[in-house]
């Protein structure tokens, strides 16, 4: 199976700031990377795919970069809904693996 | 609107059967491209993938799980089914369904809100 690690596991950040939350793949996946937002209590919520581009409705402070190994999910600026955990799904293998993700609090 | 909600028995006995049933709307499992998938998250840990149902009737399974995992829809293709036999305390957690489009290794556009399953004696 592919293994996907995210860094790092708690992120504290202040409104407005410029965040960046990294996922890594055991071996090359291409671009076949997802980002889910899921706050507590919450089913995941789909934010990126495809590794940089954003699902409908999400707003365009969320962006995804990255491609082969390494990934990131950039928010610009950070507002107070944006406090949940944030994991990668990578869909290349045959197999849907996830990271096992990065909480982000507000400092 | 695409809606997908499931729903399980709540808490069940080591060794038993989970019956869980995940009822859709805004789309048809019947059309060209549509997959549904169950993943499953233990409390305050990450998802698991669990297995896949597509609209031509193949199956998909997680391969550690593969033995006690059964995939299913009714021929309505408003339903799919997920049948975990043998159950123990490592099978509590939330379990949701998805969908996706094309393939089910895929990204989840669509999910449900999950329903607990507490495994306990």
């Known amino acids: 199976d592919i293994q996907m690690t995210q860094s790092p596991s708690l992120l504290s950040a202040s409104v407005g700031d410029r965040v960046t939350l990294n996922c890594k793949a055991s071996q090359n996946i291409y671009k076949n990377l997802a980002w889910y937002q899921q706050k507590l209590g919450e089913a995941p919520k789909l934010l990126i795919y495809?590794?940089?581009s954003l699902q409908t409705g999400i707003p365009s402070r969320f962006s995804g970069s990255g491609s082969g190994t390494d990934f990131t999910l950039t928010i610009s600026s950070l507002q107070p809904e944006d406090v949940a955990t944030y994991f990668c799904q990578q869909y290349y293998s045959g197999m849907n693996t996830f990271g096992a993700g990065t909480k982000l609090e507000l400092k | 609107q695409v809606t997908l909600k499931e729903s399980g028995p709540g808490m069940l006995q080591p060794s038993k059967t989970l019956s869980l049933t995940c009822s859709f709307s805004g789309f048809s499992l019947s059309t060209s491209g549509m997959v549904v998938s169950w993943i499953r998250q233990p409390s305050g840990k990450s998802l698991e993938w669990l297995a896949a149902i597509d609209w031509d009737g193949d199956k998909y399974y997680n391969p550690s799980l593969k033995s006690r995992l059964t995939v299913s829809k009714d021929t309505s293709n408003t339903q799919v089914f997920l049948k975990i036999t043998s159950v123990d305390i490592a099978d509590t957690a939330t379990y949701y369904c998805?969908?996706?489009?094309?393939?089910?290794?895929?990204?989840?556009?669509?999910w449900g809100p999950g329903t607990m399953v507490t495994v306990s004696s």
């Open positions: 998805a969908r996706s489009q094309g393939y089910y290794s895929s990204y989840m556009g669509f």
């Open positions: 495809n590794a940089n």
